[in-house]
């Protein structure tokens, strides 16, 4: 007859409480010995220097940081804002001041890109153009991702009414087409400054972020560990900002990364066709559409600003790009 805690196929089997090997424990020093690798634990390269498994967050800086796409974009648009910060860096004219008797000539001493159509310095006004078409990206952006990620957030947690009147509001306004929507609400406005049509981006953009932020979050509130802060009575704010938002996150951040380019791009069309950014106000925009007609005679006028919105756009692609890459586990 079998000794007591001892099976046919020389595994550990639970037995009283005789003073024998327990189960649990058995299989916990089993698993010590094993390879992480053969009990699912993380790959290599996936623990931190004291030997602890990297959050998503830490993993994702972790990849971010040996990824050349990253590091290229992130010089272009650390330099972009240093600028739209601080122009006179490397711009020490006027943006405004303008000489006739120099419109339209081509690069010489101290003006490497020429003149526009006013005689104002093309270099200057390429310079100083970065202040108003990064502000409107990032503002645009960071009011897209709040008010969608709120709305789509309340919607995936809540459910019903909340969920069905979210969902009904979103069609609606994905139906708007948004140049059109920008022709048609940016015409009436008289204002010089940034804000309306960053106010016109956040209306009309934040659908898209509130559908990826409700289905992140159905797909959060179904997990273990959101379950079980439930059953131990934790309320809906603390399950909210505690379990399911730092979860749910990622999706949001990806997706408003690369929309801010296209945010950058938006305003610059908006410019251009007379209802977006207005002058004095100093925008790549509003240069290409005054350099547009003169493309023959002087397409260096074009030239530096396209250049510069096209370089833009192209980083903050990138960004989005490679920090997509890093936080999304399928893409390991």
């Avoid at 756009?313 to 490679?322: E, Q």
């Amino acid at each position: 007859m079998p000794e007591p805690g001892h099976n046919d196929g020389g595994a550990i089997a639970p037995t009283g409480a005789g003073g024998t090997m327990d189960l649990a424990a058995a299989e916990g020093e089993t698993l010590e010995r094993r390879p992480s690798a053969a009990i699912g634990g993380p790959p290599e390269g996936g623990t931190g220097p004291a030997g602890r498994p990297r959050s998503l967050w830490s993993d994702a800086w972790h990849d971010l940081r040996r990824n050349p796409v990253f590091i290229v974009s992130g010089l272009i648009i650390l330099f972009l804002v240093t600028i739209a910060i601080w122009p006179q860096l490397i711009a020490s004219g006027n943006p405004l001041s303008c000489d006739l008797a120099k419109a339209q000539q081509g690069s010489g001493p101290g003006h490497p890109f020429g003149f526009d159509g006013q005689g104002c310095d093309v270099y200057t006004r390429t310079v100083y153009g970065a202040r108003a078409s990064v502000t409107v990206g990032v503002c645009a952006s960071l009011g897209v991702a709040i008010l969608g990620s709120v709305l789509g957030g309340l919607a995936g947690f809540f459910g019903g009414g909340w969920d069905a009147s979210v969902s009904r509001l979103t069609d609606i306004f994905f139906g708007i087409p948004v140049v059109l929507g920008g022709l048609v609400l940016l015409s009436v406005v008289t204002s010089t400054t940034v804000w309306p049509v960053i106010g016109f981006m956040v209306l009309l953009g934040w659908p898209q972020i509130s559908r990826i932020a409700r289905g992140s979050v159905i797909t959060v509130k179904q997990n273990d560990y959101v379950l079980a802060a439930r059953a131990l009575g934790a309320s809906s704010t603390r399950m909210l900002l505690r379990h399911i938002a730092p979860n749910a996150v990622a999706p949001v951040i990806v997706v408003a990364t690369i929309a801010l380019g296209t945010y950058i791009s938006l305003e610059a069309t908006l410019s251009y066709l007379g209802v977006g950014l207005k002058p004095p106000t100093v925008s790549w925009g509003i240069d290409i559409s005054a350099a547009s007609p003169y493309i023959r005679n002087a397409p260096h006028m074009l030239l530096w600003p396209a250049g510069a919105l096209a370089i833009t756009v192209l980083a903050f692609i990138m960004l989005g790009d490679a920090v997509r890459d890093a936080l999304d586990p399928k893409l390991r």
